[in-house]
């Protein structure tokens, strides 16, 4: 008599859902087998590199990194508590966007502050932000506009007190009603994207703040919001934008 053990099924190398399929011409039931893939380390990785991301860019747009610091990979691995590999990916993000600059084999460094940075942001927000405004002003009502007004009340209360952050608190609210409403995901790409550079420049210039010409240039924005006039509207918005950036550029030479 054959003694030999039943031979060992294989076991399957991939982690499996299983699911049943009923009433399948004849068959009693289907069962499938569905391979899940492992990729827990890279989701893992992906993570931390955005950990890294957020924390530096806050740093640096904060100040608490300054412009023209230098960035060594150990200091920055011992603060975060993260290792090398997604300190670099996040590094080379904020490359990207201009906040940090890294020249291989020289130095990895938080971007100085420039009269270039504001030439090149301003006009394209500028723009953005125009676009938006048109697109949006046929989709506002009275108590969108109304909210604008508050808005702006807040922005001149804020500046009459020197309070920045509060003055650009509020101006970032006024123009994201129009983002908001253009209901254009493009555009709201572009401005999140440019935001941090914005925002650096805004919180590490604080000498330089809109004057009273800012609050009257909301007033023309909302007025002709108000009328349903979407080109005039758009006008008024870029107008408002180059002006401060020519005074951030002016404050930068």
């Not at 099924?9 to 289907?30: A, H, M, N, V, W």
């Not at 924390?55 to 640096?60: G, P």
């Not at 046929?138 to 009459?160: D, Q, T």
Request: aromatic share 4%; charged share 30%; with cysteine.
């Amino acid at each position: 008599m054959d003694t030999d053990p039943a031979p060992r099924l294989q076991e399957d190398p991939y982690p499996s859902r299983k699911f049943t399929i009923k009433g399948l011409t004849g068959c009693d039931s289907l069962t499938c087998q569905m391979p899940v893939p492992e990729n827990r380390a890279t989701i893992a990785r992906h993570l931390l590199r955005d950990d890294a991301y957020d924390a530096l860019r806050a740093a640096i747009v904060s100040g608490e990194l300054e412009p023209g610091e230098q960035l060594h990979d150990v200091e920055l691995c011992q603060w975060l508590g993260l290792s090398r590999t997604p300190v670099r990916e996040a590094l080379a993000r904020l490359g990207e966007e201009r906040l940090v600059e890294v020249a291989p084999q020289r130095h990895t460094r938080v971007a100085p502050l420039v009269a270039q940075d504001a030439r090149d942001a301003f006009p394209v927000l500028a723009s953005v932000h125009a676009l938006a405004a048109e697109l949006a002003v046929p989709r506002i009502g009275r108590e969108h506009v109304e909210h604008m007004r508050k808005l702006n009340r807040e922005f001149a209360r804020a500046l009459s007190e020197g309070r920045a952050e509060a003055a650009y608190s509020a101006d970032d609210d006024f123009h994201a009603i129009f983002v908001t409403f253009c209901q254009n995901a493009e555009i709201t790409r572009i401005v999140e994207r440019i935001a941090p550079r914005l925002r650096r420049l805004e919180l590490l210039r604080r000498g330089v703040l809109p004057g009273r010409r800012s609050v009257a240039q909301h007033e023309a924005i909302i007025m002709r919001a108000s009328q349903g006039d979407a080109v005039k509207t758009a006008s008024a918005v870029r107008e408002n934008w180059l002006e401060f950036g020519g005074l951030v550029e002016r404050s930068l030479r």
